[in-house]
């Protein structure tokens, strides 16, 4: 793990620090989600009857630098679960610091935990940077996604 890092489980009092990195990583996506959207993502992170859950990064001085968010499913090819990593995204002062791998890591320990089968993420083909720390971390399988 990175020094001055630590991953843990988002809280509710964290809602404040997580909003502006959710605002960076769909500004980063050039997107735009309703508040309403938002606001069911974060509720959803808190109900331990969802399926999902954030994982955040937090600094030596207590301020949020980044996320993870998992989805925790079944599947058809599998008896254990999977677990989907939907999104990640690390503030751009906090990069170059492996805070993106922690989490990273931390997923998989989680995954682990739980007995999943299957750890797996997307992200665009364009997205250098991260997919070169993704090529240490995992295999790409060379699938492409369709979406209607």
Same mark, same amino acid.
């Given at each position: 793990?990175?020094?001055?890092?630590?991953?843990?489980?988002?809280? &509710?009092?964290? @809602?404040?620090?997580?909003?502006?990195?959710?605002?960076?990583? &769909?500004?980063?996506?050039?997107?735009?989600?309703?508040?309403?959207?938002?606001?069911?993502?974060?509720? @959803?992170?808190?109900?331990?009857?969802?399926?999902?859950?954030?994982?955040?990064?937090?600094?030596?001085?207590?301020?949020?630098?980044?996320?993870?968010?998992?989805?925790?499913? @079944?599947?058809?090819?599998?008896?254990?679960?999977?677990?989907?990593?939907?999104? &990640?995204?690390?503030?751009?002062?906090?990069?170059?610091?492996?805070?993106?791998?922690?989490?990273?890591?931390?997923?998989?320990?989680?995954?682990d935990e739980r007995g999943c089968e299957r750890v797996y993420w997307l992200t665009h083909e364009n997205n250098a940077t991260a997919r070169a720390l993704y090529d240490k971390l995992a295999r790409h399988r060379g699938f492409i996604q369709y979406?209607?």
């Amino acid at each position: 793990m990175s020094a001055g890092v630590a991953i843990r489980q988002s809280r &509710l009092e964290d @809602r404040a620090a997580w909003a502006p990195l959710w605002a960076g990583y &769909l500004e980063f996506y050039e997107s735009d989600l309703p508040q309403r959207v938002t606001d069911t993502t974060w509720a @959803r992170f808190h109900d331990s009857s969802e399926p999902v859950i954030a994982l955040v990064a937090e600094d030596d001085d207590g301020s949020l630098i980044g996320f993870a968010h998992l989805v925790f499913h @079944r599947g058809t090819w599998a008896i254990g679960d999977f677990c989907y990593l939907e999104d &990640l995204f690390v503030a751009p002062e906090a990069r170059g610091r492996g805070v993106a791998r922690a989490l990273i890591e931390a997923l998989y320990a989680l995954a682990d935990e739980r007995g999943c089968e299957r750890v797996y993420w997307l992200t665009h083909e364009n997205n250098a940077t991260a997919r070169a720390l993704y090529d240490k971390l995992a295999r790409h399988r060379g699938f492409i996604q369709y979406q209607r």
